[in-house]
């Protein structure tokens, strides 16, 4: 019995997984409220990735596998170039929208809400950024982080309550957007648009 009971569950979500189109598999919202956003300039948008509600994507952005882009009760921007990688969650409360600049990476598990990212950060994997902070351009928030403070631009960041470490050097800022321009190439090769992977590889 307890197998059949398993069985019968399993076959009632099986619609839930199946290809909404040939091009992309979305996770449906429970609700029609909200209108499909508009996905069409972005590069990369995994099939598992769930992005809804009043999401704003420039150019060349990738969301990507598992990732969660929640604007249910207030908006998200993403800008240019900008990555969401594996596990990712954005999300904001009324009235605090979460606002990426271009050439963000955002790091694989990390959490923004309602925060503000200024061009070409880092956000470390597994940090969370909390309401109301501003991360200034070009700084690293360290893996793991908690930040609760503003960052200051050029700031690399580290510990639980985060805490400025050291500047970081014009080169290595330069190297943030280096990273996020070849995220975007790995995210066309991923949407089937192109076969440079933007990273050296080693077989």
């Keep these: ?10 076959w009632a979500f099986c619609p839930l997984i199946e290809p909404v189109n040939n091009e992309r598999q979305m996770f449906p919202t429970s609700s029609s409220y909200w209108s499909s956003p508009d996905l069409s300039l972005a590069a990369f948008v995994a099939p598992n990735a769930v992005v809804m509600g009043w999401v704003k994507i420039a150019s060349g952005v990738s969301i ?9 009760i207030e908006r998200i921007e993403i800008g240019e170039g900008t990555n969401i990688q594996d596990g990712a969650i954005l999300h904001g409360d009324p009235g605090k929208p979460t606002i990426l600049e271009d050439w963000v990476t955002v790091g694989h598990g990390a ?3 309602s925060a503000y990212i200024e061009r070409g950060c880092l956000i470390g994997i597994g940090a969370v950024v909390l309401d109301g902070v501003r991360v200034g351009a070009g700084s690293i928030i360290g893996a793991g982080c908690v930040v ?23 080169e290595e800022a330069a190297e943030l957007i280096e990273h996020a321009r070849s995220y975007q190439k790995l995210a066309l090769v991923h949407a089937g648009k192109g076969t440079d992977l933007g990273f050296a590889t080693v077989y």
Excluded: Q
């Design 148 to 170: 609760t403070k503003d960052v200051p631009p050029l700031s690399l960041m580290v510990g639980v309550p985060a805490k400025r470490s050291r500047d970081v050097s014009p």
């Design 1 to 10: 019995m307890a197998l059949l009971y398993l069985l019968e569950c399993l």
């Design 111 to 113: 959490v923004i809400h």
């Design 64 to 72: 990507w596998y598992g990732a969660v882009v929640r604007a249910d």
